[in-house]
Structure formats: structure tokens, C-alpha cells
């Protein structure tokens, strides 16, 4: 007689979880993989690109409402368009786009942020005297050696008027995309920038004008959005056309620790154990009416869509997808930190937007805000932006005179 084999349902479940657990810890490193893989463009480059990116620089006349920056649009720009303004010729469609800014130190973002939106990216670029061959060299660098940002991404670079001089002499250099990046440049923390304000609102500006995109993200450099976040918005909001004018689609916001997989897409954010509200240490009211609890309890759907609406109160200044005909450009006295992008959703908020939580979109910021490490003149600039904000509200009622809503400190 043959001996009967007995299989302990308790053992059946333990090897089922094991091998979840592996294939999810596989799942997560091929993502890893995929999302800081190198660049896919090999050897030497000697195209034409650098050159026109240093005459459209030489030839810079364009200053900011203030007279102290020039702005010089498209140095390089996606489809292989190079300089000169030609025209952006993207291989996605046009209908959303994210706009950002940042200085040379934070350029490497851009790889991440690129892979991860896989829709048009305009950037702007903050640069000085002693920066900008630095700066030059590795947008020329980012440009020349991957193909997502060779086809998606135009760049946009704001500096000193005194800093003209320096910038038009740099000599061209080619690339080769085998090689490290070799040159060095000062590390500044935040906006510590020596004495140079950084000018949030200009870089956003520009970044935002340069696109035809009827919808635009405008959002940092360090926050990476859930995938397919561009080609979701197009086919289930745009594409349905559920979208309206004077409507902010907001996505919530979180951060996560340094060197940790940032996860991609919402059910990967739920189960993870580092994330957290973003600025939940610096200012959780900032962010706190997004309604965190209410947006991860929503039910689940394979569409992008409308979870719920929420109430716009100071100082909630949330990211978000809005129709960039009906935006308000942002008010560019304001430098440095503070009330930079409050002002905006303030004037959103006078002008009759409506402000809507999305189901499955958010960002996430590799790295936690701490009070303690922002730069040494934050709560001077804080103090001198909160009288900016004070005079701005006042001008506001005087432009929105017939709306009933306020936008009070």
C-alpha cells in the first residue's frame, strides 16, 4: 500500500508569501535598474547642438520686468531642434506638459524626471559667471547623451547681466558621453547662492511660456511624479474631456529618504513604510487640507479621475495640473523663500478656480525636509516675502474687485 503525502496548508501559505515577497523585491530592482540605467547614447558627440546653445547665449537680449536678468529661451530644445528657437517638434503629444527649474547642481534630476513623466519637459536654468561653463556643459551633456531628453526636453537659461560678459566668451567643447563629467562647481545648499537671489517665479515663467501645451504641471526638479502620470492625464482627462478651465488638479505630495526606491505607482506608495506627507516637518498646514487620509482611502480604479474636491485655504499651496490659458502667470518680485508659490494659487483662488484631488496621481521628493537644514538667511527672506504677500493680497482685490473671495495671512 502506498504512503499518503499530507501537505500542511499552513506551508502551502508560507512558500505562496515567500515567493510574493521575492517577485515584489525583483519588481522594485528592475525599476531601480531601469529608472538609473546610464545614458543610452555612446562615444564622442560633435554635432552642431553646443554651438548654436553658445550663440543663442552671445546674442542674449531679452531681460526680466525687473532688468536684472537675462533670459535666453530654447538654448536646446527636444526633436533635435538645437538652438535658435526653431520650433519644439516632440514625439509625444502636445497636450500636457511639465514645467520645472533648477541650478546646475540639481540638473542630474533630470534624468529620473524625464523617464518618469515620458512626456514634453521645459526647463529653466539659473546660472552665474563662475557656474555657467559648468552649467552649459551639462545640459549640452544631458542633451547629447539621452534620447528621452533629446526628444522631449527644451532648456531655457536665466543669469546675471553682469555675468554677460563671462558667459558669451565660453568657449565650445565637445562631448563624450563614455566619460564622467569631470568639472567642478561650487555646492550651494538650497538657494545659498553667494549673492544671487534665486528667482523662482522668473525660471517658472519662462519655463511655462515656452510651452503650446493646453495643460501644464509646473512642479520642482526633485519631485518625480507616479508613472505614466503625462499619458494618463492626456487619455482619461484630456482625451474624455473632462477637464475644465478654471479647474487645479491637484496631486498629493510626499517624501521619502535618501538613497530609498521612490515608489511609482499608488499601491507601491500605500505599502511603503518611508513615505510620508511632503513638508510635514517644516509646515504640514502647507499641504495638510489635500486631505492625505481621505485620498489614500479612495476606491480603487484603473482610470485617472477625480477623487474629490477640496477648499482652498491659506497657506495651502498644493502642485497641480491646471489649463495653462486660464493661469495666472506667478509674480516675479518674489525671490528666495517664501510665499513664491502661495502667491499664485492665491490669485487662482480670488479668479474662481476650483481645486480637485486626483485618484491615483501624486509626487514624491527623494529625500526628507528638515527645519534645520535650509539656508542662513531663510527667515530674513521669509519675513521680507511675507510684506511682498501683504501688498500683493491688496493688489489682488483691486484687480479681482467683483469676486467674494479672500485671500487673508
Same mark, same amino acid.
Given at each position: 500500500?502506498?504512503?499518503?503525502?499530507?501537505i500542511?496548508?499552513?506551508?502551502?501559505?508560507?512558500?505562496?508569501?515567500?515567493?510574493?515577497?521575492?517577485?515584489?523585491?525583483?519588481?522594485?530592482?528592475?525599476?531601480?535598474?531601469?529608472?538609473?540605467?546610464?545614458?543610452?547614447?555612446?562615444?564622442k558627440t560633435?554635432?552642431?547642438?553646443?554651438?548654436?546653445?553658445?550663440?543663442?547665449?552671445?546674442?542674449?537680449?531679452?531681460?526680466?520686468?525687473?532688468?536684472?536678468?537675462f533670459?535666453?529661451?530654447?538654448?536646446?530644445?527636444?526633436g533635435?531642434?538645437?538652438?535658435?528657437?526653431?520650433?519644439?517638434?516632440?514625439?509625444?503629444?502636445?497636450?500636457?506638459?511639465l514645467?520645472?527649474?533648477?541650478?546646475?547642481?540639481?540638473?542630474?534630476?533630470?534624468?529620473?524626471?524625464?523617464?518618469?513623466?515620458?512626456?514634453?519637459?521645459?526647463?529653466?536654468?539659473?546660472?552665474?559667471?563662475?557656474?555657467?561653463?559648468?552649467?552649459?556643459?551639462?545640459?549640452?551633456?544631458?542633451?547629447?547623451?539621452?534620447?528621452?531628453?533629446?526628444?522631449?526636453v527644451?532648456f531655457?537659461?536665466?543669469?546675471?547681466?553682469?555675468?554677460?560678459?563671462?558667459?558669451s566668451?565660453?568657449?565650445?567643447?565637445?562631448?563624450?558621453?563614455?566619460?564622467?563629467?569631470?568639472?567642478?562647481?561650487r555646492?550651494?545648499?538650497?538657494?545659498?547662492?553667494g549673492?544671487?537671489?534665486?528667482?523662482?517665479?522668473?525660471?517658472?515663467?519662462?519655463?511655462?511660456?515656452?510651452?503650446?501645451?493646453s495643460?501644464?504641471?509646473v512642479?520642482?526638479?526633485?519631485?518625480?511624479?507616479?508613472?505614466n502620470?503625462?499619458?494618463?492625464?492626456?487619455?482619461?482627462?484630456?482625451?474624455?474631456k473632462?477637464?475644465?478651465n478654471?479647474?487645479?488638479?491637484?496631486?498629493p505630495?510626499?517624501?521619502?529618504?535618501?538613497?530609498?526606491?521612490?515608489?511609482?505607482?499608488?499601491e507601491?506608495?500605500?505599502?511603503?513604510?518611508?513615505?510620508?506627507?511632503?513638508?510635514?516637518?517644516?509646515?504640514?498646514?502647507?499641504?495638510?487640507?489635500?486631505?492625505?487620509?481621505?485620498?489614500?482611502n479612495t476606491?480603487?480604479?484603473?482610470? $485617472?479621475?477625480? /477623487? +474629490?474636491? !477640496?477648499?482652498?485655504?491659506?497657506?495651502?499651496?498644493?502642485f #497641480?495640473?491646471?489649463? @495653462?490659458? &486660464?493661469?495666472?502667470?506667478?509674480?516675479?518680485?518674489?525671490?528666495?523663500?517664501?510665499?513664491?508659490r502661495?502667491?499664485?494659487?492665491?490669485?487662482?483662488?480670488?479668479?474662481?478656480?476650483?481645486?480637485?484631488? $486626483?485618484?491615483? /496621481? +501624486?509626487? !514624491?521628493?527623494?529625500?526628507?525636509?528638515v527645519?534645520?537644514? #535650509?539656508?542662513?538667511? @531663510?527667515? &530674513?527672506?521669509?519675513?521680507?516675502?511675507?510684506?511682498?504677500?501683504?501688498?500683493?493680497?491688496?493688489?489682488?482685490?483691486?484687480?479681482?474687485?467683483?469676486?467674494?473671495?479672500?485671500?487673508?495671512?
Amino acid at each position: 500500500m502506498r504512503p499518503r503525502c499530507y501537505i500542511s496548508i499552513q506551508r502551502v501559505i508560507v512558500v505562496l508569501a515567500l515567493l510574493v515577497i521575492i517577485l515584489q523585491v525583483f519588481h522594485i530592482y528592475l525599476m531601480m535598474q531601469q529608472e538609473d540605467s546610464p545614458a543610452d547614447i555612446k562615444g564622442k558627440t560633435s554635432s552642431t547642438s553646443g554651438k548654436l546653445m553658445l550663440q543663442e547665449i552671445k546674442n542674449a537680449y531679452m531681460l526680466d520686468s525687473s532688468g536684472y536678468y537675462f533670459i535666453v529661451p530654447n538654448i536646446l530644445q527636444g526633436g533635435g531642434g538645437g538652438g535658435g528657437g526653431k520650433g519644439f517638434h516632440s514625439s509625444v503629444s502636445p497636450d500636457i506638459a511639465l514645467a520645472t527649474h533648477t541650478t546646475s547642481n540639481n540638473l542630474q534630476h533630470l534624468l529620473q524626471l524625464s523617464r518618469r513623466w515620458q512626456g514634453l519637459l521645459s526647463v529653466s536654468v539659473l546660472t552665474h559667471s563662475h557656474d555657467a561653463e559648468y552649467a552649459l556643459q551639462s545640459i549640452l551633456r544631458l542633451y547629447e547623451c539621452n534620447k528621452d531628453i533629446q526628444q522631449n526636453v527644451m532648456f531655457h537659461l536665466v543669469f546675471p547681466v553682469s555675468s554677460h560678459k563671462y558667459i558669451s566668451n565660453i568657449v565650445h567643447r565637445d562631448v563624450n558621453c563614455e566619460n564622467e563629467q569631470t568639472m567642478n562647481t561650487r555646492d550651494y545648499e538650497n538657494f545659498e547662492i553667494g549673492e544671487l537671489q534665486y528667482p523662482h517665479n522668473i525660471l517658472r515663467n519662462l519655463a511655462m511660456k515656452m510651452v503650446t501645451a493646453s495643460f501644464i504641471l509646473v512642479s520642482d526638479i526633485d519631485l518625480l511624479p507616479s508613472v505614466n502620470l503625462s499619458k494618463s492625464f492626456q487619455m482619461d482627462m484630456i482625451n474624455s474631456k473632462i477637464v475644465r478651465n478654471k479647474n487645479a488638479y491637484i496631486l498629493p505630495v510626499f517624501e521619502t529618504g535618501e538613497n530609498k526606491y521612490i515608489p511609482s505607482t499608488k499601491e507601491e506608495l500605500l505599502t511603503d513604510k518611508n513615505v510620508r506627507p511632503f513638508y510635514g516637518n517644516v509646515c504640514a498646514k502647507c499641504q495638510q487640507f489635500t486631505n492625505y487620509k481621505r485620498w489614500k482611502n479612495t476606491r480603487k480604479s484603473d482610470k $485617472l479621475e477625480v /477623487a +474629490f474636491s !477640496v477648499e482652498w485655504q491659506h497657506p495651502y499651496e498644493p502642485f #497641480f495640473i491646471a489649463s @495653462k490659458s &486660464s493661469l495666472p502667470l506667478y509674480d516675479e518680485r518674489f525671490k528666495q523663500y517664501g510665499y513664491n508659490r502661495v502667491s499664485q494659487i492665491c490669485e487662482m483662488h480670488i479668479a474662481g478656480f476650483n481645486f480637485s484631488v $486626483l485618484n491615483n /496621481a +501624486f509626487l !514624491v521628493h527623494k529625500g526628507y525636509k528638515v527645519k534645520n537644514k #535650509f539656508y542662513s538667511r @531663510k527667515t &530674513s527672506d521669509h519675513q521680507e516675502n511675507r510684506q511682498h504677500y501683504k501688498n500683493f493680497i491688496a493688489e489682488l482685490k483691486s484687480k479681482y474687485s467683483d469676486s467674494t473671495r479672500k485671500c487673508e495671512i
